[in-house]
């Protein structure tokens, strides 16, 4: 599915990869009979133009990158290819500023957004400003000032500054005249801002990413010490009722926004209804065009930010385009980077490649780094970083090794709380992973309980349950595989239905949880150990998956495919396996085991080769069994060898 329209004009936040077909031209006005709009959501597009100039999202995201990737090839001596860098190019969208964040050994990335600062609104800040006068409620993605800027401006708030050209002073002039009385405007950016629950007010812009303004809130970066994926799979509740808010308030108008956020794009497809919203863009992904045509197939449409604006408001002055003096965002950019430590720049990268599952770079890296931090606070960090790149890599020996790490943090004096938590309940995790028992999940119970009563308090604690809750559930859904290894017999099944039935609660509560701690937990992840908990215990109860299995996995799968994460494609496609042999598919079963593989061709790991052999293992044994035996699961179709 693609848009109607032009081929490489980029100015209105339209992806970098996206394939369209020409029919006219994306700068003839916006024509259609479109009802007046309720709400605007924004994202880098509208800041893009001049004089503001800034960099759309995917440019930002490749200097962040490459940035990384250098300070990864010089302190491993060149030894990093740029296959790693292609890898997490080709994804989606990550909080990479997050990732340098949470690498850092004091002081804060925070001083990145000055560089988003503008000095001069474009004219499509201006169309938005103009807009929530009149009570149209404002979203945003980006982090820069344009519309509260030319709010100010517009009201007489600010004055422009002495050394603009004077083309922008009589412009101004002209926009005044246009502008109705309006009150102040409101701004929510924060997390106090969010949970106040205003989103009722009127003028307000919603700035869903935070602001040039607030700093290192966690909102832009993340609240330290994470370890854990920064971004979530859907947007937290506070932020998600401000975007219900201009869902169903009326009509939702999207410009210059390419769908490539996934929290957001997830959340927002999700309140989506035919003939409520327009999405305006002159080029969108093609999965992100085919997604939006299928809640409503007159979307999406092709257009400018600007055109669409002006048809809402009617007549009005132009605004110039001038350049005007002071440092590019490219200078801006250049002379922060010099500010950010080479090491913490290199553990970022080796993070990334390590969620992306490129574990041979990773472990690469991250050991350079471990080498050059083993004096500094910062030791304990990596050494958890080195250990779960190991134990994703999965070799017997990684996880011997990561094993020791794990333990050697987890008794480390100087040891923070949360970070002490992660390192016992994955240091319990390896060892399920190695010799999954019934006594490791006891251990793993009671470990981390008294992880949880001597972690931080408040929101620190909330994350420690998390991960706390995590761990056991792992065991637990480790445990059950490895009681399904012995048999399914009805003799031996009773333990291991028990053990199946606790890692569904617990990995229950875990979830629920998540979605109050926002970016600080990987949410895919405990997602798809929900989903594997639950099949398997539909799998010993000889019942039918729920019926919403397969659009969770579906989900899940987006989320791994947003992100590069190729080992996380080839887990998605093992649950996806056993999936369809708890729904008793004997073709399914069969097709989705020969779908198994790395994406790239390479061989598998270890331990998803092990899992492979596994569910054939199981799929015999159902075959061989009788009713009386496991009734309910061989009854309508053998599931036999795939």
């Known amino acids: 599915m693609t848009l109607a329209g032009v081929g490489h004009a980029r100015s209105d936040g339209g992806s970098d990869v996206s394939s369209t077909v020409q029919s006219g031209s994306v700068d003839s006005p916006y024509i259609a009979d479109m009802p007046a709009v309720s709400a605007v959501l924004s994202g880098a597009g509208i800041s893009r133009g001049s004089p503001a100039n800034l960099p759309l999202g995917d440019e930002f995201h490749d200097a962040l990158l490459h940035g990384c990737f250098d300070a990864a090839s010089a302190i491993t001596r060149g030894a990093v290819t740029t296959l790693g860098l292609d890898l997490l190019m080709s994804g989606g969208r990550r909080n990479i500023l997050g990732c340098i964040e949470d690498c850092l050994d004091s002081g804060t990335v925070a001083a990145v957004l000055d560089c988003m600062r503008v000095r001069l609104p474009t004219e499509e800040h201006l169309l938005c400003a103009m807009l929530a006068a009149r009570g149209v409620l404002q979203l945003t993605l980006n982090f820069d000032n344009g519309i509260e800027l030319a709010y100010a401006l517009l009201t007489g708030r600010a004055q422009l500054p002495r050394d603009v050209p004077a083309d922008y002073a009589r412009a101004l002039a002209r926009w005044r005249e246009a502008m109705p009385a309006a009150p102040p405007l409101r701004v929510m950016a924060t997390p106090r801002d969010f949970a106040s629950r205003g989103v009722g007010h009127r003028p307000l812009l919603v700035k869903l990413r935070g602001s040039v303004d607030v700093g290192a809130d966690g909102t832009v970066v993340p609240l330290r010490p994470t370890m854990e994926d920064l971004e979530c799979t859907l947007l937290d509740d506070d932020r998600r009722e401000a975007l219900s808010e201009a869902v169903t308030g009326g009509r939702l108008l999207v410009i210059g926004h390419s769908g490539r956020d996934l929290d957001v794009f997830e959340t927002l497809e999700a309140m989506l209804r035919p003939d409520g919203f327009d999405w305006i863009a ?98 304990a960090r990596v050494r958890l970083r080195l250990a779960d790149a190991l134990a994703r890599r999965g070799g017997r020996e990684d996880l011997a090794e990561a094993a020791v790490l794990y333990a050697k943090t987890s008794r480390g004096r100087s040891t923070p709380a949360g970070l002490r938590a992660y390192a016992i309940t994955r240091g319990l995790e390896c060892r399920a992973d190695r010799a999954p028992t019934v006594p490791v999940l006891l251990a793993a119970a009671a470990s981390g309980v008294g992880a949880a009563v001597f972690a931080q308090s408040g929101h620190g604690r909330l994350r420690v349950m998390i991960r706390v809750l995590a761990g056991i559930g792992h065991v637990a859904v480790r ?164």
């Not at 061989?624 to 053998?638: C, E, F, K, L």
Request: with cysteine.
């Open 479 to 642: 445990c059950t595989e490895a009681g399904l290894e012995r048999g399914l017999s009805r003799s031996g099944r009773s333990s291991t239905v028990l053990v199946a039935r606790a890692a569904a609660r617990v990995l229950e509560s875990a979830w629920r949880r998540s979605m109050l701690a926002g970016t600080v937990t990987r949410q895919s992840d405990l997602e798809l150990l929900r989903l594997r908990a639950d099949l398997l215990l539909a799998l010993l109860r000889g019942t039918p998956p729920a019926p919403d299995a397969s659009a969770r996995l579906a989900g899940v799968e987006r989320a791994y495919a947003h992100r590069g994460n190729r080992s996380g494609v080839v887990e998605v496609r093992l649950t996806r396996a056993l999936m369809l042999l708890a729904a008793r598919d004997a073709s399914g079963f069969t097709l989705a085991i020969h779908a198994v593989g790395d994406p790239t061709g390479a061989e598998l790991r270890p331990r998803t080769a092990s899992e492979v052999v596994s569910l054939r293992t199981w799929a015999s044994r159902l075959e061989m069994m009788s009713d009386s035996d496991h009734p309910g699961i061989v009854r309508a179709t053998a599931v036999g060898h795939a």
């Open 282 to 379: 002159p080029q969108l992904d093609d999965k992100v065009a085919a997604r939006l045509s299928a809640v409503d197939p007159q979307q999406p449409r092709l257009g400018t930010a600007r055109h669409v604006l002006r048809a809402e408001l009617g007549e009005l002055p132009d605004w110039p385009s001038v350049a005007v003096a002071g440092s590019p965002f490219s200078q801006r950019f250049a002379t922060w980077w010099r500010c950010v430590p080479q090491l913490a720049a290199a553990e970022a990268y080796g993070w990334m490649l390590s969620e992306a599952g490129h574990h041979g770079e990773a472990v690469l890296v991250l050991r350079a780094v471990a080498a050059g931090t083993s004096r500094r606070p910062a030791s």
